[in-house]
């Protein structure tokens, strides 16, 4: 069993659909939970950052920790053309740039 | 702006060849990491440096070896190529651990490289 199961998808939404992506983890020692985004020929770029269990929203972006279950979400609201790309999570257990865990990816298309 | 640098977007080499890949920083960083990236697998952690001419083995460190002989540079080796390390391979750079600031790993765009 992976440490991070992520489902590749693909994932196709009409624009302005509520996206929502998933993670579920086996380690409950993760404190730092993670959401990636990597278009297509580029590298990953930090997205949202959150410690231990809660919400944290940022415009259209919301991530969500559930560390009792073991279940990280990312929702994306009125979802945009510009949005399609991969979305990574990744989790840790110290607040450092090592050490990370990444999920598969999701691969996101969202149509106009 | 921040930046990392891989030296090559794409590259084709054949089985048993030496190949060298390039990564730069220019965020006077600690951390640099190199990674892999397979379909359905995700980022695999190659090898890690936590400082100059210090190196730490990740999760898949065979076949590989790295140098960090300066601060803002760090190259990932690969002594005699195989097919099976057919893949993208992405340098990233972060702070250490400083308490509740964030170290964010900044990645480069990544190096596609086929072994034939």
């Known amino acids: 069993q992976k440490e991070v199961e992520q489902d590749p998808g693909p994932l196709s939404v009409p624009e302005g659909a509520i996206v929502s992506l998933n993670c579920t983890y086996s380690?409950?020692?993760?404190?730092?939970f993670m959401w990636y985004r990597q278009y297509s020929r580029k590298g990953p770029e930090l997205l949202m950052y959150t410690y231990s269990s809660g919400n944290k929203e940022d415009g259209r972006f919301t991530a969500q920790v559930d560390k009792s279950s073991k279940y990280i979400s990312l929702f994306i609201r009125d979802s945009q053309p510009s949005d399609s790309a991969t979305y990574l999570c990744a989790m840790s257990i110290n607040n450092a740039g090592n050490m990370l865990t990444f999920g598969g990816g999701t691969r996101l298309m969202v149509k106009p | 702006d921040v930046k990392v640098t891989q030296s090559s977007r794409y590259l084709v080499k054949r089985t048993g060849e030496k190949v060298f890949l390039e990564c730069v920083q220019d965020?006077?960083?600690?951390?640099m990491f190199w990674y892999r990236q397979d379909p359905g697998l995700g980022l695999r952690l190659i090898y890690f440096s936590y400082d100059v001419k210090m190196k730490e083995k990740g999760d898949i460190p065979e076949g590989y070896s790295v140098s960090r002989e300066k601060k803002e540079r760090f190259s990932l080796i690969l002594e005699s190529a195989s097919t099976n390390q057919t893949s993208m391979y992405l340098c990233?750079?972060?702070?250490?651990?400083?308490?509740?600031?964030?170290?964010?790993?900044?990645f480069g765009q990544g190096t596609r490289l086929t072994v034939v």
């Open positions: 965020m006077d960083h600690e951390n």
């Open positions: 990233a750079s972060s702070l250490p651990d400083r308490g509740r600031v964030k170290a964010e790993a900044f």
């Open positions: 380690n409950s020692a993760f404190q730092y």
